[in-house]
């Protein structure tokens, strides 16, 4: 049973670009959860989805940020014309049913912005 | 709201002798609580969780964590370090499948 996948593990793009970041839950998990880490500090919640479905994103900029679980293929953190403030890890987890409430972590996607 | 508070940005201590990693949390009600460790641009993993079993919990690599109550603290301990040991360790909170809370990190370091 492969863990969480995140591709890519490293992105750079220029500033103005987009970035698209791709995770894929473990094998029967339909909660998928992204947390953003800037240099030097903890996980911060970004976007809670179950398939098709946004049940909480109280953590996404309102701007440029935007987030989908569709019924097939991975979830897709958007950001669209990035700044040199949106240079961070990106992790996204999962969860199942059976889990006791632990979220399995992807290794993460590290942005850069230049 | 639910909060988790690492007390120490940055822990050093002297290979074989003990870690203690410090964390207090606020909840509301009763929560779960984790130790994840994340090493030099790697991915977090988890040492070990309180699911409100066990109030003493055994994690992987020698690391456990005692959840008190009274004290609203979940502190991580190890007997004996290892050089191995010098990383980012989080204590995270949350409650059912809400999104988890993060303490900003403490990092260890472990010197020969």
């Known amino acids: 049973n492969a863990g969480v996948m995140q591709n890519p593990r490293h992105l750079v793009r220029r500033r103005g670009q987009e970035a698209r970041l791709r995770c894929s839950p473990m094998k029967g998990h339909s909660h998928v959860y992204w947390y953003r880490q800037l240099p030097e500090e903890g996980l911060k919640f970004m976007v809670y989805?179950?398939?098709?479905?946004?049940?909480?994103e109280s953590g996404m900029p309102k701007e440029r940020f935007s987030a989908e679980f569709p019924k097939e293929g991975p979830s897709i953190l958007r950001i669209q014309q990035v700044v040199r403030g949106d240079s961070a890890a990106y992790f996204c987890a999962s969860l199942g049913l059976a889990a006791l409430n632990e979220q399995f972590f992807g290794p993460g996607t590290r942005l850069t912005v230049l | 709201a639910q909060s988790v508070t690492q007390l120490d940005s940055h822990v050093s201590v002297s290979e074989g002798t003990p870690v203690l990693l410090r964390c207090n949390y606020s909840?509301?009600?009763?929560?779960?609580l984790f130790w994840y460790v994340q090493h030099p641009n790697k991915g977090l993993q988890l040492l070990l969780k309180?699911?409100?079993?066990?109030?003493l919990v055994k994690g992987i690599n020698g690391f456990e964590a005692e959840f008190k109550k009274s004290e609203t603290s979940f502190h991580l301990t190890k007997p004996s370090a290892h050089m191995s040991d010098a990383a980012e360790y989080f204590c995270v909170g949350n409650s059912g499948n809400t999104p988890l809370v993060f303490g900003k990190g403490t990092r260890l370091s472990v010197i020969a």
């Open positions: 909840s509301s009600y009763s929560p779960s």
């Open positions: 989805l179950q398939k098709e479905n946004i049940i909480d």
């Open positions: 309180y699911t409100s079993a066990a109030t």
